[in-house]
Each structure stands twice: as C-alpha cells, then as structure tokens.
Antibody, heavy 125, light 107 residues
Framework: QITLKESGPTLVTPTQTLTLTCTFS??????????VGWIRQPPGKALEWLAL???????RYSPSLKSRLTITQDTSKNQVVLTLTNMGPVDTATYYC?????????????????WGQGNLVTVSS | DIQMTQSPSSLSASVGDRVTITCRAS??????LNWYQHKPGKAPKLLIY???SLQSGVPSRFSGGGSGTDFTLTIGSLQPEDFATYYC?????????FGQGTKLEIK
C-alpha cells in the first residue's frame, strides 16, 4: 500500500525559505522507474507542477521557479524534501507530493497515481 | 513549456447527464495526457492516464479519448459524487503542466 504525507510549516514570513518533507511508504525511490513530484494549488486557483525527482536522482523543475526550488531525496528515510527560497504571498498554497511511475516501454511517465493529503502554507508577516 | 487549455471552465449538469470536458495542448503530446478529479480538502485523484487508460478502481462511466493535441474526458452518467473540479495534465516533457480546471456543478 503506497502512502505519502507532507510535513512542514503552515505559516512562513516573506523572504523566508520553505522546507517541506514528503515521507512515503509502500515503495522505494531506489527502485527503477519510480518518481516523486511536488504540485501546489494556490487558494481558488489551478494545480501547478513544481518539481520531480527520479529513481536515479535526476531532477526536473518548473522553469518559472527553477532558481528558487531544490528537490532532494533521502532514500534511507524514504523522504523527499522540497525547498523554495524567498517566499512571497503568491507562494501561499497547498503543497502536495505525489508518486509517479515511468513506463520503460513507452519512455514516458504516467500520471501521479498516489498523493499526499497536502500541506497548506500561508505566507504572511 | 506546453500549455494546456480546458473547456469549459465551468459546467452545470444534472445527475444522470452525460458530460464531456475538452483539453487542448499547445503542441502534440501524443497520448501522454492524464485526467484528475479534485474535491475541496482532498488530494487529487487520477482517473485516466495516457489519454484513455482507466486507473484501477475508477468507475467505468469515466472514459478518455484523443491524441496529439485534442483530448476529451467523458462521464457517462453523472453521479452525485462526480461533482468536483477536473484537471488535465500532460506527461510528455517537463514541466508536466496542468490545465486550468473545469468545475462541474449540480444544476
């Protein structure tokens, strides 16, 4: 059974760095073909793809946020960590982590099939 | 980046209706298109992957189609639990962008 859970602050002051941890079970990020991504949703707005880390430690970022984002993994702890620097009010959102699988036959990922419950982060002084 | 455009942005329908939501990609994404259902306070739920494959556990009234740039999500007979916001998302090349969402409301 695959589960993911986000943890981190609920309130961040402007200019601070946000650090969110995704703790998962039921799979290993060292298994070929596995990925974990981060997605966010500002209040009343659409889902936004942020970053993805692959089983081989390859990483991909949203171009609009690339300079501020870092995604890392701790395989021994079954965790993926997302950091977002220089937080501002526009970064107020629910942040989700999610599991994704690579299809080696097609050479592409499928959809995010397992999601965490989300972590609402508010940026305010 | 590949842009995803959904239509309509909102839709009112009744229980038992058949509804179709459209998603258009700004360039060809082959069949690498996924659909999600999202309810307030809950995590998004994967319904359809690679355009037409039904995710395990998802009712068969949900179906997807299309390839290239134009895709559809059809709900065959709306049930009360289907009223939610639906998103398309491509997985052709990063960033795996989402559409802006379609809010399905009860008429």
């Amino acid at each position: 059974q695959i589960t993911l859970k986000e943890s981190g602050p609920t309130l961040v002051t402007p200019t601070q760095t946000l650090t969110l941890t995704c703790t998962f079970s039921g799979f290993s990020l060292s298994t070929s073909g596995v990925g974990v991504g981060w997605i966010r949703q500002p209040p009343g707005k659409a889902l936004e793809w942020l970053a993805l880390i692959y089983w081989n430690d390859d990483k991909r970022y949203s171009p609009s946020l690339k300079s501020r984002l870092t995604i890392t993994q701790d395989t021994s702890k079954n965790q993926v960590v997302l950091t977002l620097t220089n937080m501002g009010p526009v970064d107020t959102a629910t942040y989700y982590c999610a599991h994704i699988t690579y299809d080696f036959w097609s050479g592409y990922f499928g959809g995010f099939d397992y999601w965490g419950q989300g972590n609402l982060v508010t940026v305010s002084s | 980046d590949i842009q995803m455009t959904q239509s309509p942005s909102s839709l009112s329908a009744s229980v038992g209706d058949r509804v179709t939501i459209t998603c258009r990609a700004s360039q060809s994404i082959s069949s690498y298109l996924n659909w999600y259902q999202h309810k307030p306070g809950k995590a998004p739920k994967l319904l359809i992957y690679t355009a037409s494959s039904l995710q395990s556990g998802v009712p068969s009234r949900f179906s997807g189609g299309g390839s290239g740039t134009d895709f559809t999500l059809t709900i065959g007979s709306l049930q009360p639990e289907d009223f939610a916001t639906y998103y398309c998302q491509h997985s052709y090349s990063t960033p795996y962008t989402f559409g802006q969402g379609t809010k399905l409301e009860i008429k």
